[in-house]
């Protein structure tokens, strides 16, 4: 390119997000916080000091002890019946489009600070289902981002698939045609496309070839690392806070509160007077005492957060290391936990399974034979689980496999499409 694009491309992601821009001699993905691309999915509402940050700011200030409400995974609200409901910050009701738009406000106010100019135009990555079996929840979910992009000073929107994204990113490295597996497998979802790729397709992508004929099929299911944090902690952390444990009556002890914790976004359902009623209702006909004592610790003191990140970390790690040491000490002196792979393996079998159930019938239903793919090309954070990779390799074993920018590629080759889009 000779000149700076006209527009710029959004990935609005469920850990992380990234705004890319294409312009002569320079990266293409914006700084947004301490110099880095990425800026971390998160709204952090200090109530010591009445403040808003967002990114690893926000991380940072609730992992400091601040008091306030730390919201995550901003992007699973999208598609849920949730989206339309409002929370409760700093004693005011805030409601979870305009959590969305601040979140999405901000990104764009750093973008355009970092770029010397304003945007309105931008094309947003989406995943290939923000709902899966339910298309008038996922046409929904698309209009409900269009709408809050346009809130926050976007004239012109519009959508591209993440994992189509992440395919103009790779096919810029290319020196021969390609039957490529876009694997996108980020914070909430699981998303693939199956493209032919090549440096002359990209030439003529360039001069507004809109590239319909080069996909083959594409498919997703509603999986993502933030699902694999929440297998994770029921099967080997929410253990020590008494999941799964036993009433003197025999009866298992109701587990609403556990998948709670577990799940990003609806940690904070936790720390209700409701949640601490019930579960001072338990408390009365349990067994696990000691195990209840954590718990109670951890939501009077506002931890799940902590534990969620602790459990994050836990994950990350298990992707390189054989085991995972969990530092418990603020639920009890002391405490300490390790995670092994083979465990983890075995709480995300189901997840893993599911995943490749959707890309056997993506390859099915292209009438594909597993030897004429050529290339798995692997992006997301969550792509970077080795059971999970390994079980997408299996499905493809001709095909050799590229490790993208796991959190830079999609946003880049949506810099592309917006170039090409808004010239």
């Keep these: 390119m000779d000149q700076p694009a006209r527009a710029c491309g959004i990935d609005f992601g469920t850990s992380n997000s990234t705004v890319g821009w294409l312009r002569p001699g320079a990266p293409t993905l914006l700084a947004l916080e301490d110099g880095k691309p990425t800026l971390p999915s998160a709204v952090f509402f200090n109530a010591d000091e009445e403040t808003t940050c967002f990114g690893r700011a926000a991380l940072a200030e609730y992992l400091d002890g601040y008091e306030g409400r730390l919201m995550r995974a901003l992007k699973s609200l999208l598609g849920s019946s949730l ?11 805030l409601g979870f489009r305009d959590l969305l738009a601040s979140f999405i406000g901000e990104l764009k106010t750093r973008a355009e600070a970092q770029a010397g100019r304003s945007f309105d135009r931008a094309v947003f990555g989406r995943p290939v289902r923000f709902v899966d079996d339910d298309e008038a929840a996922d046409r929904k ?9 346009a809130q926050v000073g976007f004239r012109d929107v519009s959508f591209q698939f993440e994992p189509i994204g992440a395919a103009l990113h790779y096919e810029l ?10 694997a996108d497998i980020g914070g909430g979802t699981a998303d693939f496309s199956l493209l032919r790729l090549s440096p002359e397709r990209a030439r003529r992508s360039d001069e507004s070839h809109d590239r319909r004929e080069d996909l083959l099929g594409n498919a ?46 609806t940690i904070n359902f936790a720390y209700t007077r409701q949640a601490w009623a019930d579960l001072q209702n338990i408390y009365r006909d349990a067994s696990a005492r000691t195990e209840l ?8 003191a506002r931890e799940g957060h902590w534990l969620a990140l602790q459990v994050e970390q836990a994950k990350i790690d298990l992707s390189a290391a054989p085991t995972a040491a969990l530092n418990l000490d603020r639920l009890e002196a002391g405490l300490g936990h390790t995670i092994t792979g083979a465990e983890f393996t075995a709480a995300t079998e189901t997840l893993v399974d ?17 030897d004429q793919v050529d290339t798995i090309y692997f992006t997301g954070g969550a792509s970077a689980v080795p059971q999970l990779r390994a079980r997408i390799a299996a499905e493809l074993p ?23 889009r808004y010239g």
């Design 293 to 300: 004592d954590r718990l109670a610790k951890l939501i009077s």
């Design 83 to 93: 989206i339309d409901g409002q929370t409760e910050v700093h004693g005011r009701a």
């Design 220 to 265: 997703g299911v509603h999986i993502g690392g933030t699902d694999f944090d929440r297998a994770l902690s029921l099967e080997c952390v929410m253990p020590l806070l008494g999941y799964r444990s036993r009433m003197k009556s025999g009866a298992e002890l109701p587990s609403s509160i556990f998948f709670q914790l577990a799940t990003w976004h």
């Design 398 to 420: 001709a095909a050799r496999s590229v490790e993208g920018d796991l959190y830079g590629s999609i946003g880049a080759g949506l810099a592309v499409e917006a170039a090409r």
């Design 141 to 149: 979910a698309q209009q409900t981002l269009a709408e809050i992009a």
């Design 354 to 370: 599911r995943v490749a159930a959707c890309v056997s019938g993506l390859l099915n239903d292209a009438g594909l034979r597993r």
């Design 173 to 182: 490295s290319l020196a021969r045609e390609e039957l490529v597996l876009i």
